[in-house]
């Protein structure tokens, strides 16, 4: 039996006739769910309260702050934690993302997977870093997976921070940030509380995520924008005030800026600070090589960070794709025998570029082991191409026709 990886509505792992999905998208399977967190894109399986999840309590209780309903099924988790299903395990690691997100180890008799789901790996001022776990296949997310995302240190954020607000407060506005409620928004109180005196006031979604991180131990120091305090607060325009990315604040004296990864690439045309609950490029390549796996699946990607996985490829060395319905496994993707020759075959030609150049068949064997081929496979496609007239056979090596 075979490990195998692959996207189903969610990133289903299986082994033989057994799986486990993690963070479906979609109810249309029979497998045990696993949620890494509580973000609304990973977190679709708690709309289905028929299903059994498997997920942290503070998961299950910021979505209950978020207003989400009928939250049935949840089999708690934590860090730590090891959970087995007929031939797997599945072990539970500090993803440093947000309250309660974790990564998702899971282990076969034929390798592991390790899901990292969203991830941040350095110290933020709420969250511990990301916890580095050596596996045979890594899924990784890829939000910020493009050289052009280097975030700052977030110390030098946090004055830059202070500073804006300092100054925008005096000439009477009210420094307003547009941000998640979740992470983001409890980060940006944190910078007040540790670098300021200026209270903070939060809309109604981020006061009720801020009293559940009180509730888990954060010493978090804002009022909700509803409360006397609040509004006396926003009339004198004495304070900071976080209100969610998609809200239109009614107050007319107010300066907004974002607080968001995204800020890396705004250039100057709005107000906006490069601070995420996200891992930059750097931290994504740094985990990978700190967890050492022998094949990457990329997902959450989109158009700036598509070529994650030749990132990886070339600058670490291993086999890297994106998340795909095909299916993967420590070897590469699964295919027939005829696919893969030809799959095999187009990279030969790819990499035999010089012509009249000969490339010694041990290098080839080896330059194709790295891009998922076994040498069998390699050594059949080189067969293959000079049967067809495409490459040409010497005592020096292969060249092209």
């Known amino acids: 039996m075979e490990l195998k990886v692959r996207q189903l509505g969610g990133i289903l792992v299986e082994y033989g006739d057994q799986g486990v999905m993690l963070d479906p998208t979609r109810n249309s399977h029979s497998f045990p769910t696993f949620v890494s967190h509580a973000h609304a894109d990973h977190a679709s399986a708690f709309k289905h309260p028929e299903r059994e999840k498997y997920a942290t309590q503070e998961t299950y209780d910021l979505l209950e702050a978020m207003g989400w309903k009928r939250l049935d099924g949840l089999n708690k988790v934590e860090v730590g934690d090891t959970v087995k299903i007929d031939d797997f395990e599945v072990k539970v690691h500090n993803s440093g993302h947000v309250l309660g997100s974790v990564q998702f180890e899971v282990i076969t008799p034929e390798g592991s997977v390790l899901y990292t789901g969203d991830l941040c790996t350095e110290n933020t001022f709420t969250m511990e870093p990301a916890t580095p776990v050596k596996c045979d296949m890594m899924v990784i997310e890829t939000t910020f997976g493009s050289p052009m995302f280097q975030f700052p240190k977030r110390e030098d954020v946090a004055v830059e921070v202070y500073q804006w607000s300092v100054n925008t407060v005096l000439q009477g506005r009210i420094p307003t940030f547009k941000t998640d409620s979740i992470g983001n928004a409890q980060e940006v109180i944190s910078i ?210």
């Open 192 to 401: 007040f509380n540790q670098f300021t005196n200026l209270p903070v006031v939060t809309a109604k979604s981020a006061t009720r995520v801020t009293d559940l991180y009180r509730k888990y131990g954060y010493n978090l120091d804002s009022v909700d924008a509803a409360s006397d305090e609040g509004k006396n607060l926003l009339d004198s325009g004495k304070c900071a005030l976080i209100t969610p990315k998609g809200s239109k604040p009614k107050h007319d004296n107010l300066d907004i800026a974002l607080a968001s990864g995204w800020a890396t690439i705004m250039g100057r045309k709005r107000i906006a600070f490069p601070l995420s609950d996200h891992a930059d490029y750097k931290g994504l390549m740094s985990h990978i090589r700190k967890c050492k796996p022998k094949r990457v699946i990329t997902f959450h990607g989109g158009n700036f960070t598509k070529d994650f996985h030749n990132h990886v490829r070339k600058r670490l060395g291993i086999p890297a794709s994106p998340l795909t319905s095909r299916i993967e496994t420590i070897n590469g993707p699964k295919m027939s025998n005829e696919i893969r020759i030809r799959a095999c075959s187009k990279q030969i030609i790819n990499t035999v570029k010089i012509p009249g150049f000969f490339y010694q068949q041990t290098w080839l064997v080896n330059e194709m082991t790295r891009r998922g081929f076994s040498p069998s496979e390699t050594e059949n496609s080189i067969g293959f191409l000079i049967e067809r007239g495409i490459l040409k056979n010497s005592p020096d090596g292969v060249c092209l026709t």
